[in-house]
């Protein structure tokens, strides 16, 4: 093929391999529209049928609301209007190349699995913000229904649904807001509450919305709830019952490729199918062309997700991953499984360096080069672990630690150190995942919008000791659902064009020096765990809130002296 061997580029560590991309031969074909809703962004990209590049895209920044440490919330309703927006701009697009939005076939939708809308059936209003992924305010209900458990054991359903009991899922936001939002318990009472994961919220507005819009999810972002069976592929009562979530509120669970429906919101895109639905993550290893059972990708972004493709196997791990639904692709035939490790900070733990320390200006522009103004860390170690650890730990009591520092240290020295936080949490994951496959990952196929750094994919390659395979492009999620959207329509055949890889990253370190570094980071990683148990977490929901707001301030502050003193009386007795 075409490979062409590119050499050290000036860099004596860096080696890597570099396949041309394909040239694009003028030729019209149907198009593909695809919808992607991250966590920070969303994207309306067009893909021609059999091409892996994009024809256009175009993007909008989200609005992230904290209204508490450790709460992450988004608008519904700003989904919903950027989605409009970027399909309206990628359109214009379109129609500069020669073609016009009737070119484009069917829908595919990709997008941030776990974040928790719930609305209204008859009006469709959201009942409250959607609860994002990261967010962490379920610390106290996982510690309720921890408690209706035998040794409160967190793995104790894991066999049914491939999950632990973490804020991290659906479930436990769902309850949440049951648990704390009148107007959430009034639509219930009233048979008028409907849930969804952001895939479910999307569909059904554009399919109507209260005028019959399709009330479904696919099963790669159902099987993120907690809520379903991964043998059934349904809604499994026990879970449900457990959690007290009533079945009529939650979305039918369809396959990952098929005409679901069709467009009827009054947009530019009204009458279009929609065919295909994916979680993002499961969406890159599509993009990926992991197909094969064996096959995994990493895909760094805010977060850094790792998933194996198990085949038509369910396994299940003993060692701290997840076992998740990679897709379906049909109604009849079987469902395709995955191990996945989720890491719930890597590309975030930048932009912290940004906002919060104000150590860069621009993310994309200046870690590389900040980072690679020293040859080392210095031995400091960062744990950005913000919202507890996910995989394989999953922690919720740890927070994030710099340790290591002494009078050398340097922003530089702090910047690289974040950088291989993402690679030693990788090698977590990697670790955890040979043991529950038995057979040692021998490459890794990665994309992500933070696999444009260099250095980062020399450190992961150097941290792992196996070649890392860099994508052509860093986003395979709009590819991934793209295939399976262009599937379903019959506009992308089974022998579709697929992404290829552009980079090779080979290691260039020894074991010896790969496995101190590591034992250093586990020791680091320690230091982090039960940092939040002693904190007492004062958790302010609406309800509290406004009752607070309505308490005079003199009155609240009497109140809170009075309570301080009585508290330490207690403690002295
Ligand atoms: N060159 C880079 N080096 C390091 N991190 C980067 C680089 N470019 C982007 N990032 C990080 O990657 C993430 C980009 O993620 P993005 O693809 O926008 O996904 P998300 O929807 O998860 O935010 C951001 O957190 C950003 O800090
Ligand atoms: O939009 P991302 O990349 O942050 O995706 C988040 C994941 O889907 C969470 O599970």
């Given at each position: 093929?075409?490979?062409?061997?590119?050499?050290?580029?000036?860099?004596?560590?860096?080696?890597?391999?570099?396949?041309?991309?394909?040239v694009r031969d003028g030729a019209k074909r149907p198009l593909v529209g695809v919808i992607d809703d991250g966590t920070k962004t969303v994207r309306f990209v067009i893909y021609e049928a059999e091409r892996s590049d994009e024809l256009v895209s175009y993007q909008m920044d989200k609005t992230e609301v904290q209204p508490q440490e450790g709460w992450s919330e988004q608008d519904p309703l700003e989904i919903m209007h950027h989605i409009k927006l970027c399909a309206e701009n990628a359109i214009d697009q379109l129609v500069e190349l020669g073609y016009t939005k009737d070119d484009i076939v069917t829908l595919g939708i990709t997008n941030q699995r776990e974040t928790t809308i719930a609305w209204d059936k008859y009006t469709g209003e959201p009942l409250h913000a959607a609860i994002a992924w990261n967010d962490i305010r379920t610390d106290s209900t996982v510690d309720a229904i921890l408690a209706k458990i035998p040794d409160r054991n967190k793995?104790?359903?894991?066999?049914?649904?491939?999950?632990?009991?973490?804020?991290?899922?659906?479930?436990?936001?769902?309850?949440?807001?049951?648990?704390?939002?009148?107007?959430?318990?009034?639509?219930?009472?009233?048979?008028?509450?409907?849930f969804g994961t952001v895939d479910t919220w999307i569909v059904w507005n554009l399919t109507g919305g209260p005028q019959g819009g399709l009330h479904i999810t696919d099963v790669s972002n159902a099987s993120r709830t907690l809520l379903m069976n991964l043998e059934t592929l349904n809604w499994d009562p026990i879970l449900c019952r457990l959690f007290g979530?009533?079945?009529?509120?939650?979305?039918?669970?369809?396959?990952?490729?098929?005409?679901?429906?069709?467009?009827?919101?009054?947009?530019?895109?009204?009458?279009?199918?929609?065919?295909?639905?994916?979680?993002?993550?499961?969406?890159?290893?599509?993009?990926?062309?992991?197909?094969?059972?064996?096959?995994a990708k990493n895909t760094y972004r805010s977060g850094c997700f790792l998933l194996y493709n198990t085949g038509t196997r369910r396994v299940k791990s003993t060692h701290g991953l997840i076992t998740t639904v990679a897709y379906k692709l049909g109604p009849d035939v079987p469902a395709v499984y995955a191990l996945e490790g989720s890491i719930a900070v890597a590309g975030g733990a930048m932009k912290f360096l940004r906002d919060n320390l104000r150590l860069m200006q621009d993310v994309a522009a200046d870690t590389e080069h900040i980072a690679a103004q020293v040859f080392s860390t210095g031995d400091v170690y960062f744990v950005p672990a913000f919202s507890g650890l996910y995989a394989p730990y999953w922690r919720k009591d740890a927070r994030g630690i710099i340790c290591g520092l002494t009078a050398f240290t340097t922003k530089n020295h702090i910047i690289r150190a974040a950088l291989e936080a993402v690679c030693f949490q990788t090698r977590d994951?990697?670790?955890?995942?040979?043991?529950?496959?038995?057979?040692?990952?021998?490459?890794?196929?990665?994309?992500?919008?933070?696999?444009?750094?260099?250095?980062?994919?020399?450190?992961?390659?150097d941290l792992i000791g196996i070649p890392v395979l860099r994508a052509q492009a860093w986003d395979m999620?709009?590819?991934?659902?793209?295939?399976?959207?262009?599937?379903?329509?019959?506009?992308?055949?089974?022998?579709a064009a697929r992404a290829t890889h552009s980079d090779t990253f080979l290691p260039t370190t020894t074991d010896d020096d790969r496995d101190a570094r590591y034992t250093k980071w586990k020791m680091a990683v320690q230091r982090s765990l039960g940092w939040a148990t002693n904190k007492k977490s004062f958790t302010m929901t609406e309800e509290r809130y406004k009752l607070l707001a309505s308490i005079p301030a003199t009155l609240y502050l009497i109140g809170s002296f009075t309570m301080l003193v009585v508290s330490k009386m207690l403690n002295n007795s």
């Open positions: 093929s075409d490979v062409k061997h590119i050499g050290d580029n000036g860099n004596q560590r860096k080696i890597f391999l570099r396949t041309t991309m394909p793995n104790y359903f894991k066999n049914i649904c491939g999950l632990p009991i973490s804020p991290y899922f659906s479930a436990l936001k769902m309850r949440w807001l049951k648990d704390n939002v009148k107007a959430i318990r009034r639509a219930s009472r009233d048979k008028r509450l409907l979530i009533h079945r009529d509120t939650l979305p039918q669970i369809r396959s990952s490729s098929e005409i679901y429906g069709t467009v009827k919101d009054g947009s530019l895109l009204d009458g279009i199918r929609i065919s295909g639905i994916l979680g993002n993550q499961q969406a890159a290893l599509v993009g990926q062309n992991c197909m094969q059972a064996g096959q994951i990697l670790e955890a995942m040979n043991k529950d496959c038995g057979m040692p990952l021998s490459k890794l196929h990665v994309d992500g919008r933070m696999t444009s750094n260099d250095l980062l994919m020399q450190l992961q390659a999620s709009t590819l991934g659902v793209a295939l399976v959207a262009g599937g379903a329509a019959g506009v992308w055949g089974a022998e």
